[in-house]
């Protein structure tokens, strides 16, 4: 796992690969997105302004946690600071892919950090420790994400009322389902991991009620990274 | 409401305030010197962020997404399928939606 030895490259078949291998993830994201676009309206947003949120934001949990507070009179500070809170797990995940994202060329590198979500990152990660070395499939994963939850929301914001509950076919545990899967071997496989992972989800749980959302995500990685830190030293 | 300046302005803010911590990442790491110990700690930290992601889930969807995501692990341990594993869970979770609720 330590070895780094091989360079990171940035394809353009490295970006249709990544498309294909979150193909089947992206599929799912559209039930969210026409449930984002349908709250936005409710909400008080025009269509066109529901769009161009998850066209520029690009994140669902922070685009939710600002339409609970969306209204004329709300500050700009706080829709800034909201939506830092609840992305800055962002930071993060843009850290554990720097060994690879900062081997290939700056206008690469930050194109396809700025596609970085959760689900690309689980999937990214993974395959670069076993060996991927192609950046690319980073954007492509977050390109066709991108494209559902832009498209979702559209459907959402246009359609009529009636959207689909995504709880009714099992969609609202798509990412909790698919990032267990993900990180499943990798936790069973190492004590270290094991720990990291208790460590992790009982700090997430246990700050839950007392952070501001987003927050509790960050202490519980920090949590967890510490214990694989220390571990390293003996 | 019609389309007015305020909204969009928001909008550009919180896609700006996004941007940036999408990129601050790789920026922030090209100034740390990977050790070791500091590469030891983004691998555990890089798994700990998704295993929190799972826990917050849990802890506000309940038995049922617990379910989802036992029945997720257990298939991807026996057949190292990430996408089999997740269908495994969305159906289980659908099953739950249409029998008990």
Do not use: C
């Not at chain 1, 992206?26 to 066109?48: D, R, V």
């Amino acid at each position: 796992m330590a070895g780094l030895a091989g360079e990171a490259v940035f394809t353009a078949r490295g970006i249709l690969r990544g498309a294909l291998r979150l193909g089947p993830i992206a599929i799912f994201i559209i039930p969210f997105g026409i449930a984002y676009g349908a709250a936005a309206i409710e909400a008080g947003m025009t269509a066109a302004q529901a769009i161009g949120t998850s066209a520029l934001v690009f994140a669902g949990a922070s685009q939710f946690a600002v339409l609970d507070l969306w209204d004329e009179s709300m500050a700009l500070a706080t829709v800034v600071l909201v939506v830092l809170a609840v992305n800055a797990r962002h930071v993060l995940l843009g850290a554990a892919l720097a060994r690879w994202l900062n081997g290939i060329p700056p206008v690469q590198r930050y194109i396809a950090a700025t596609w970085i979500s959760d689900a690309n990152f689980a999937d990214t990660q993974k395959a670069f420790e076993q060996g991927e070395r192609d950046v690319a499939i980073l954007l492509g994963g977050g390109l066709v994400m991108w494209v559902a939850w832009v498209a979702g929301t559209a459907f959402g914001a246009m359609g009529s009322a009636n959207f689909v509950d995504p709880s009714r076919w099992g969609v609202d545990v798509l990412m909790p389902a698919f990032f267990a899967a993900v990180v499943a071997p990798g936790v069973t496989g190492s004590v270290v991991m094991g720990a990291a992972a208790v460590v992790a989800a009982v700090v997430a749980v246990a700050s839950l009620p007392y952070l501001p959302a987003g927050w509790s995500v960050i202490l519980a990685a920090l949590a967890g990274g510490l214990v694989g830190a220390f571990a390293r030293a003996r | 409401m019609p389309d007015n300046p305020w909204a969009w302005l928001a909008i550009a803010a919180m896609g700006l305030a996004t941007l940036a911590t999408r990129i601050s990442g790789p920026v922030v790491m090209r100034r740390v010197r990977v050790t070791p110990r500091v590469e030891a700690f983004l691998e555990s930290m890089s798994m700990s962020v998704l295993v929190a992601l799972v826990a917050g889930a849990i802890a506000s969807g309940g038995l049922r997404t617990g379910g989802a995501v036992v029945v997720a692990v257990v298939v991807m341990l026996a057949l190292r399928n990430a996408v089999g594993a997740m269908v495994s869970g969305m159906a289980l979770a659908a099953l739950w939606s249409a029998l008990i609720v």
